[in-house]
Each structure stands twice: as C-alpha cells, then as structure tokens.
C-alpha cells in the first residue's frame, strides 16, 4: 500500500490539473518539473540505489534532444519515431562510456563522468551539422491526428503520464530479482560477486537506464521549448539535477519529483527576489542553493522525502507463494564423494607468502574447520578457495571440476556458498530479501521483464524458497523485519540462510561465531548439526574452539601460512605442536 498510494494519488492529480483553471504559467512550471524529474528518476537509481555518481546526464539529455531536432529538421521524419533513434544513439553512447568509466571506483568515477560531459557538450556546441552555439531552431511541437500536443495542459498530461510510468517501472525493477542485485552494488563488489552476481553488468545496465530516462526528457524538452542549444545540457545543468536528486532523496523514487519541483520553484522565485532584496543583479540562488545541499547533506543526508518515508510504516509483504513451484535444483553429492580438493595452493604479496602449499579435502556430509592463530592465513585460504583472491600456484577442484581460476561469481554459480568473516548485507532491506539474494543465480528473469512486472511467477518462487530457508534455520519469525535492526546472531544466521538460498554443495562460513553471545553460538552449533544431518558438506573457518571442537569432523590446522597438522578434533587436541601454537612454548 505505501508503494502504490503516491501512484494513485499522482495518477488522479493529473487529469484533475489539467483541467482545472490555472494559469499557463503554473501549466508551464509543472511542464519543466516533470522534465527535470523524468532525468532525476534515472539518477535515483544509478547514484541512490546503484552508489554511482554522475554528474553527466544532462549531456543524455542532450543526446536526446539533437536526435529529434536533426532529424525533424534535416529529414522530416515524425517525432514519434525520432525518440527511438534517440534512444539507440543514447544507448549505444551510454554503453560506450559506461564500458570504460564504471571500471574506476572513489572519486575517479565522479571526475569521468564530468569530463565526458563537458566533451559532449563541447563537441554539441562545436558541430556545424548541429548548429553550433546557436543551436538548432523551428522545431515542430508535437501533435496527433493535427491536434497540437507539444504546449501547455495535453503536453503536461503527456510528459506527466511518462513520468508516472517511468516511476512504475522503477519500482517494479528494486522489487525484483535484478533490482535487489542492483540494490547490492552499493554494499560493495564482494557479497554481491559471491552471490553470483555480474557487478559491473548491472553497472553498465543501470547506466544505460538512467540515460535512457535523460534521452526522453531531451526528446520532450525539445519539442516543448522548439528549439534546442547546448546550454541546456552542459556541466552546471548535470550538476543541477544531482543536486535536485539528492535535495529530494536520492534513494526515492519520489524524492526525485519532490526534488525537482521544489528546486525548479525555489530557483524561479529566488532569481526574482534576492535581487530585488539585494539590489543589484546576480546569480545568488546559486550561493543558496549551496548552502541549502551543505544543510541537507549534514542535517537530511537521505534527502526531504526521507520524512515522509519514515511516517509511512512499512507494511509486511503478503505472503502469497504458498502455492508456487518449487525453484530447480542442483545435483548433490553421494555421501562420502570428494566435494573439495585443495592442492598445495599457495599465495604470495610480493615477498610475503600468505598461503604456503595447503592442500587438504572436503567430503560429502563432512564439517571441517580450518583452524589457527591470528595471522596463519585462514581468511586468505579461504578467498583462494571461494575465488576472491587469485592464486599464485596450486589447483582446487569442486566435484571433480577444476575451478582454480575461476572468479568467485563462476564459483558460485558451480554450487558454492559462502558467508563473510564481517556480515555483508543491505540493511535497508528485509531479511526475506536479504536472503532471497541469494537464490539469484536460481531465477532468470531480467530488467525489462521486472520493470513490465511480468516476472511474478519467479518472484513468489525466490520468495518460497528463500522463506523455506529461514524456517530451516529457525528464523522463520524475521521474514518482514528490517535487516539493519537485527542483533549480531540473527544477522549471522540470516548469512547462513541466503547462502543456502544458492542450494549449495559447499557450505563456507567464516568465522559465523564471531560476536555471538553463548546462547546465540549455541543456536548456531545447533543449526550446523541439523545441515550435516541433511547431508549438506561445510568448510568452517573459526577461532571459537568450543564450537569447532563440537560440531567438527576434520580439522585443518594453520600457522604462518603453513599446514601445521590436520585430523580428528581428538587427534589435533592431543597434538603438542597445535598446543604451542596457541599457547607458546616454555623454554
């Protein structure tokens, strides 16, 4: 309901506008909002959802924008088919530049997208086909059936009516199968690569959807104003609407509505009063407009629409996947069968060896630890097993396959499941989501089908299944709470949960005990038993020995990097070796 009421609101509020006596002015003002919304919405999801800075989407905009311009202009083509040569020239440049930039990360990503802004605005306002600094003018408005479209209410019912759909698509996509991997990207490479997931795939993808939204807004703005020239989509207009997005809410769909009307509104006032207020001419919106981001970035980082957000409970997802079919499933192992085979892997940081020869094996049904004091190489042997870290020498096979240099995507996509030393989630989702993360390489549906929602189907089967897990670990109670509110355990087991999500073969956990409470590492030693009875094979990376001495099989015991001693917990604890290396010895 909280998703869907601001749509049926909006979707009412436009006709009733349109139709009501107002003045062409106001007609006009909402004309541009809707505009300046529509590139906004693309930046909600690639810098709010996705975390990746642009400050180049009004050069989109302009892509957009020429398209139509030249094309009417040179060739008589109907506009209606010019917005989809805009929208392939925009996706063909978008997937250019977004091939090359989104490889950088921190403030190279930023510093990119500024400099191929000014470059297509450069080279927009230096083309003589393109009318240079002048621009190209008489641009027909556009119509239907004779009727003249392209000004006042029919275009403001028009440009609204995109708009809102655009929003539709937009929520449809974060509440799907890829909008939960693109939600991930901002959490970082690691969780999401290892839930086998292509990050910089859905960087591109993004991407091109943010400018695909800037290329219609160039494609209206074109016909709307009849005339179209590069100052509209230079550098201060890309920075403008980022500053309109985040004003709003960078992270809502609807901040971005919120944040181009009320930017647009203030701008048109503050142009006309500060001067007379002052007395002398200037660009003094612009100092307050500086202000105002320093105030909302200290005071409302999440943006204005953040308080409306906070007032709306969230309302728990209808569970309505009783019913759904079950998601396939993988082959398992025969009990007994080799599952994993290390082979004298090693790693070396230039002169330093982290990882010297290990080999050890993992066999169906089977928990081992791997085991050591701080410093003897564990976390690194376990990203040399799981991909992360790329190995000098050595050889791992997975159920007979050599998977030695594959990346931890591939290697989750071959049934092996990992959890993470420190707990990598999206807190801002629920555990159901959460944990549905981790079916992803068991759906197939992509972007264009979850924007149309016609991914229902596999979306009640990622949801059965990912509830079945959280039953199966005993957290069937957490399905609607919000991840980032869960204490340390429950935020372990919700790991344990979306890892099983994979339907693994391999189970990887690294250190799942670190910060739980007796109770809580007695619930997850509980937990562990159950999956080996089930015939799951886990690798337990941990230092809490009581737990490792209980639910263990085999241990594999490291020190500086080198096998120590492997075996039964009996046989390690009984070993002098293993003692010293913990405790030290008496000289």
């Known amino acids: 309901m909280k998703k869907s009421l601001p749509i049926l609101l909006l979707t009412a509020a436009v006709p009733l506008v349109a139709v009501l006596p107002l003045p062409d002015f106001w007609i006009a003002q909402l004309n541009y909002i809707g505009l300046y919304a529509l590139v906004c ?14 400050f180049g989407q009004a050069a989109f905009v302009g892509v957009g924008a020429y398209s ?22 925009t996706t063909v440049s978008a997937l250019l530049v977004g091939a090359i930039t989104l490889r950088m990360s921190g403030h190279y990503l930023p510093l990119a997208t500024i400099a191929w802004g000014l470059s297509l605005y450069f080279l927009m306002g230096n083309l003589d086909a393109l009318g240079k600094y002048d621009g190209l003018l008489g641009l027909k408005s556009l119509s239907i059936a004779g009727v ?53 795939r859905y960087k591109i993808t993004i991407f091109v959807i943010a400018a695909l939204f800037a290329s219609v807004a160039g494609w209206l703005l074109a016909h709307f104003q ?41 701008d048109d006032y503050l142009q006309v009063a500060l ?14 407009f500086g202000i105002a981001l320093v105030l909302v970035l200290k005071y409302l980082p999440d943006g204005l629409w953040s308080m409306v957000a906070r007032k709306l409970p969230r309302a728990p997802r209808a569970v309505n996947w009783q019913h759904a079919p079950d998601l396939p499933v993988r082959s398992k192992p025969v009990l007994g069968d080799t599952v994993l085979h290390v082979e004298k892997i ?96 068991r759906g197939k549906q992509g972007v264009l089908s979850s924007m149309l929602r016609l991914n229902g189907r596999e979306e009640q089967s990622l949801m059965k299944e990912a509830q079945r897990q959280l039953e199966r670990i005993g957290m069937g109670a957490y399905l609607h709470e919000q991840a980032g ?39 997850l030693a509980q937990v562990l038993r159950q999956l080996q009875t089930e015939g799951m094979s886990i690798l337990l990376v941990e230092h809490d020995m009581d737990l490792v001495m209980d639910v263990c099989d085999q241990l594999v015991v490291m020190e500086f990097g080198t096998l120590l001693t492997r075996g039964t917990p009996a046989e390690v604890q009984a070993n002098p070796a293993v003692r010293a290396a913990y405790l030290g010895t008496e000289h």
């Open 41 to 54: 919405l693309g930046l909600v999801l690639l810098t709010g959802v996705g975390g990746l800075t642009s």
């Open 68 to 89: 139509t311009a030249w094309l009417t202009l040179n060739t008589g083509m109907s506009p209606w088919l010019t917005v989809f040569v805009g929208l392939a020239l």
């Open 148 to 200: 003249d479209i392209g000004q006042g209410r029919l275009f403001f019912v028009l440009c609204w009516a995109i708009l809102i759909a655009g929003s539709v698509a937009m929520l449809n996509l974060l509440d799907s199968r890829p909008g939960r991997a693109i939600r991930s990207l901002k959490v970082g490479s690691q969780m999401a690569e290892a839930m086998g997931i292509s990050t910089l």
């Open 226 to 266: 009849r005339t179209v020239n590069p100052s509209a989509f230079g550098l201060k207009m890309g920075i403008e609407y980022l500053f309109m997005t985040v004003i709003g809410g960078v992270g809502y769909v609807w901040g971005a509505i919120v944040g181009a009307g009320l930017v647009k509104l203030l």
């Open 275 to 288: 001067p007379a207020l002052i007395g002398t001419s200037g660009s003094y919106e612009v100092i307050v």
């Open 346 to 441: 090693r790693k070396q940081f230039g002169g330093l060896t982290a990882v010297n020869d290990i080999s050890f094996e993992i066999h169906a049904g089977e928990i081992v630890g791997l085991i050591g004091p701080n410093g003897a190489g564990k976390s690194t042997t376990f990203n040399l097993v799981t991909g992360v870290l790329s190995k000098t020498s050595g050889a791992v096979t997975f159920r007979g396959e050599d998977i030695t240099a594959l990346s931890s995507r591939d290697i989750s996509r071959k049934g092996m499941a990992r959890t993470f030393q420190h707990v990598k989630m999206i807190a801002d989702m629920t555990v159901l989501e959460n944990v549905t993360l981790g079916a992803y390489t």
């Open 485 to 523: 509110n869960l204490p340390m355990g429950p935020q372990r087991l919700m790991e344990i949960a979306r890892a099983l999500c994979c339907d693994p073969a391999l189970l990887l956990l690294d250190e799942p005990a670190a910060g739980l409470r007796h109770k809580e590492k007695q619930a």
